[in-house]
């Protein structure tokens, strides 16, 4: 089994991003948008994307390892969730899949951990 988050080396660094991007597409499939564009941010414990879409809407991707379980991600979801109901916190939102779910695991061709996605 390859870890999915395993970037070491430069080489290693640039495969995962391709993986990355793979997943990220696969992902953008379960959501009910019409994105343009998808631009990687950041590695760090979770890869980030950005995802533009036609009417100046974006979003933000994000690929966790399978270092936090699926119950810690929807636990920081709610967190957020919470946060928002706030007046003075602007913070990102949540968007659901069009199955109803905000977190998807994500199976990819090469037998690596699913990644999870929020």
Not at 60 to 71: A, G, N, T, V
């Amino acid at each position: 089994m390859i870890e999915f988050f395993q970037y070491d080396t430069e080489e290693k660094r640039r495969s995962l991003l391709v993986r990355a991007r793979k997943v990220a597409l696969l992902a953008l499939q379960q959501y009910d948008l019409e994105w343009e564009c998808i631009q990687f941010i950041q590695l760090s414990d979770t890869i980030t994307f950005k995802i533009e879409l036609s009417w100046s809407q974006r979003y933000l991707l994000r690929i966790h390892s399978d270092r936090l379980s699926k119950e810690e991600i929807c636990s920081e979801l709610a967190l957020v969730q919470a946060f928002n109901k706030l007046e003075d916190l602007d913070v990102p939102k949540g968007v659901t899949s069009v199955n109803g779910s905000y977190v998807l695991e994500i199976n990819t061709e090469d037998d690596i951990d699913a990644p999870m996605l929020r």
